[in-house]
């Protein structure tokens, strides 16, 4: 893809929905790192839903990439 190419409108969209979901995960990882060293940060189902999330971003993150260059 050339940076002189169009972007679908669909891409922009989900630009900024995407931008919000790392911005509310870099939220919380600044209020767990704030947390004392002998309390425990995150729960394992806390960290499971971490790896879905993070997971759940790579798709979107994935889906847009074909959105922007179709082959």
Not at 4 to 26: H, N, Y
Request: glycine share 2%.
């Amino acid at each position: 893809m050339s940076a002189m190419c169009e972007v679908p409108v669909e891409v922009v969209d989900e630009m900024d929905r995407i931008e919000a979901r790392v911005a509310f995960l870099s939220d919380v990882f600044q209020v767990v790192s704030e947390r004392p060293e002998d309390d425990l940060a995150l729960s394992r189902k806390g960290l499971e839903g971490l790896f879905y999330w993070t997971h759940d971003l790579e798709n979107m993150l994935r889906h847009l990439n074909e959105l922007a260059n179709p082959q």
